[in-house]
Each structure stands twice: as structure tokens, then as C-alpha cells.
């Protein structure tokens, strides 16, 4: 007997609704359903005061790939917001990522040549050839100042672990720039959408059936019964009922609030980088679509321990959760009806265009056409 679907999909954020769309356009029939009571993922915006807020964390798209960008502009036009975050370490002010302003910032110099100088000063003294856990890998490559004031912190608040505790890989690279540039990302194209993230994912989804508020695992076989085959973008340990055990995220905590001033801090991000302060950024919204509302709305992002009660959202890609995804791994590449694709189900960290990128490249494996 035939299917009503051709795809059931499990999770509406940008893997899931990309999908859709394309295999719609190719004329299969497509069925969207998600566990909140609103669709977008992560990237859904509410709109209060007229601001539209990232309710899940800040998201800024930025690449370098021309097609990608041209894609989302399809749906919405992208502003040119740049991210220009500053960092604030016990009530001083330093421009974000390392460059010659945070070093004029740090030292007063005002030459590639001093602070690299004043770098390497640093470097030299530690004696460090091998480095055994992030702390000295930081160190190895920027010194002591930047690492005890704008790395040490707030990488501990943020992966809830002392930096010596953690592995050397994570902070392979550092962007150290002798330039005066705030710019954090140097992809090419960068913006935010005008008028939210919501209308990105509207345009994504129009025409398709869409259903929110489900728990797939509550009836998972007869959603299953219903298509061909499942998308799924959901926890990869979940749905296989945890067989080898559970796998690690991290989470955050958001505290939105509304404050009767035009502009709070003047940028759209500030990391607090002492350990002291329990959040790791403060996100004013309405400087991403440079608004000129009377009130604004900030956000405070507190890292946390991740629990059954809690938002999933990054992998902890250690040597030992690294090892039971590969064998819930094997089992997705033995599926001959279940595509597996998004942060969590292939329990890795994607910015939203790696995600978009993702989505298409299956799509074209669906038909062939790679």
C-alpha cells in the first residue's frame, strides 16, 4: 500500500526545512513535524517590542560560498550587519577576536611589530613544547595576558571544565590578527535576515505540511508507517534508544529581558570573561537589524550541564563521546530508510551554512546527482 509520504521529517530547523523544500520542489510529498511549539529550530525569532529576538542565541550567518548566500538571499534579504563583539573583562573593554586594537587595548602598541614582539616575549618564557591541555596550547600560542584575561574564563564558563582539563584540540587555532580589524568572521558575505529568521524558514516551508507540538518517540512507529522514508534531525543516541550509551552536550540558559532604554550597551554582543561573572555574553537584538526602537531587549547566556530536562545544543566531541557515536554511526550507515542530518544527529558542530550545505548535498544524493 502507498505511503501519504514521501518524507517524514523530524525537526523543522534549517536541515530539516532545506530539505523539505528542495524534495518538494522536486514533487515528493513532504511532512514536517517538531517537538516545539514552533518551527525554525534554534533560529526562531519572537518578536517583542518590535525587536526580533534569538531566542535560542545569537545567530549571525556569515560564508564564503557564494551559492549558499545567494540561496537564503532567495527567501529573505540578508542586512550587512557585521559581528563585532567586545569583550569585557572586570569592567575594561577590549575589541574581539585578538588584533592590533585589543593589543593597543592590552599593552598601548601601536605596531604589528611590538605586539608581536610583546607576544612572543610571553611565548618564550613558559617553555612550553608540547602542549598537554588547552590552557597550555592558549598560551603556546598567544601568551599570558590574552590567555588569563580574554581566553582562560570564559572558555572554563563555557564548557563547565578547567581549561587544564581540556584537550589541546579545541583551541588548535586562534585568530590573532596584526591588523586593526574588529570583523570576527572573514567570510565574504555575512548579514542577518530583515525581519528575523522566521521568514527565512517561512519561505523554506510555504506549502508544506507542517505540525508542531510532537513528540516523534511517543508514536514513532505509526509517524513511521506514514512515509517512505525519515529525515531525522533529533538526538542520534535517542533514536536508538541509547543502545551505546548516551552521549554529552552541552546546554545554556537564556535570561531575556526588557529595558526601558533606546540602547544598553551599544553592540550587539559583549563576552564577560572573568570567571566571576556567571554568564559568558550579554546579546542586545535589536543592534543585528540596527534597530531604533524606544526599548531594547538583551539577553544574558549562561553555559550549563546538559540533562534529560534540557536543550541540547553542542556535541562534546571528546575522545570518549567521539568513540560511542561511532557506533551509532555504523548503525545510521546500514539504514536504508532513515537519512540522519543536523548538529545532533550527526553529533557534530555546524555553523547554519555548513547546516544548509549539508541538506543540499543529501538532496542531490537522493536523486543521484553527486
Known amino acids: ?185 572573514k567570510d565574504k558575505y555575512q548579514g542577518i535576515p530583515e525581519g528575523g529568521y522566521n521568514k527565512l524558514i517561512d519561505g523554506l516551508l510555504e506549502g508544506i505540511e507542517t505540525i508542531t507540538d510532537v513528540d516523534y518517540f511517543k508514536d514513532k512507529q505509526s509517524w513511521d508507517d506514514k512515509a517512505e522514508k525519515v529525515v531525522f534531525t533529533g538526538r542520534i543516541d535517542e533514536y536508538y534508544g541509547f543502545t551505546f550509551g548516551k552521549l554529552n552536550y552541552r546546554s545554556l540558559n537564556f535570561e531575556h529581558t526588557t529595558l526601558a532604554v533606546e540602547n544598553y550597551q551599544g553592540n550587539a554582543v559583549v563576552n564577560y570573561n572573568e570567571s566571576e561573572v556567571p554568564y559568558t555574553r550579554i546579546i542586545e537584538h535589536k543592534h543585528f537589524e540596527f534597530g531604533t526602537q524606544k526599548k531594547t531587549i538583551i539577553t544574558k547566556e549562561y553555559p550549563q550541564e546538559w540533562d534529560e530536562n534540557k536543550e541540547p545544543y553542542y556535541p562534546v566531541n571528546d575522545e570518549k563521546n567521539d568513540t560511542i557515536f561511532k557506533n551509532y554511526k555504523h548503525l545510521a550507515e546500514n539504514e536504508e530508510n532513515v537519512i540522519f542530518g543536523g548538529r545532533l544527529a550527526e553529533y557534530r558542530y555546524y555553523d547554519m551554512h555548513q547546516v544548509i550545505a549539508s541538506a543540499l548535498k543529501r538532496v542531490n544524493v537522493e536523486f543521484n546527482e553527486v
Open 1 to 185: 500500500m502507498e505511503k501519504k509520504y514521501d518524507y517524514l521529517i523530524v525537526g523543522s530547523g534549517l536541515y530539516g526545512s532545506v530539505f523539505a523544500h528542495e524534495m518538494t520542489k522536486k514533487g515528493k510529498r513532504c511532512l514536517v513535524i517538531d517537538k516545539r511549539s514552533h518551527l525554525g529550530g534554534n533560529i526562531y525569532c519572537e518578536e517583542k517590542e518590535g525587536i526580533n529576538v534569538h531566542k535560542y542565541g545569537a545567530h549571525i550567518f556569515h560564508t564564503n560560498d557564494k551559492n549558499i548566500w545567494d540561496y537564503v538571499n532567495s527567501f529573505v534579504e540578508f542586512n550587512r550587519f557585521t559581528n563585532s563583539p567586545m569583550a569585557n573583562y572586570k569592567g575594561k573593554l577590549y575589541n574581539l577576536p585578538f588584533n592590533m586594537n585589543t593589543f593597543y587595548q592590552l599593552w598601548g602598541t601601536k605596531t604589528p611589530e611590538e605586539a608581536q614582539a610583546k607576544i612572543q616575549e610571553q611565548i618564550k618564557d613558559l617553555n612550553i613544547v608540547e602542549p598537554k591541555n588547552l590552557e597550555e596550547q592558549a598560551l603556546s600560542l598567544v601568551g599570558t595576558d590574552i590567555y588569563y584575561k580574554l581566553i582562560k574564563g570564559y572558555t572554563e564558563k563555557q564548557w563547565g571544565r578547567k581549561a587544564t582539563e581540556l584537550p589541546a584540540f579545541i583551541i588548535k587555532r586562534l585568530p590573532v590578527r596584526f591588523t586593526f580589524d574588529n570583523n570576527y568572521f
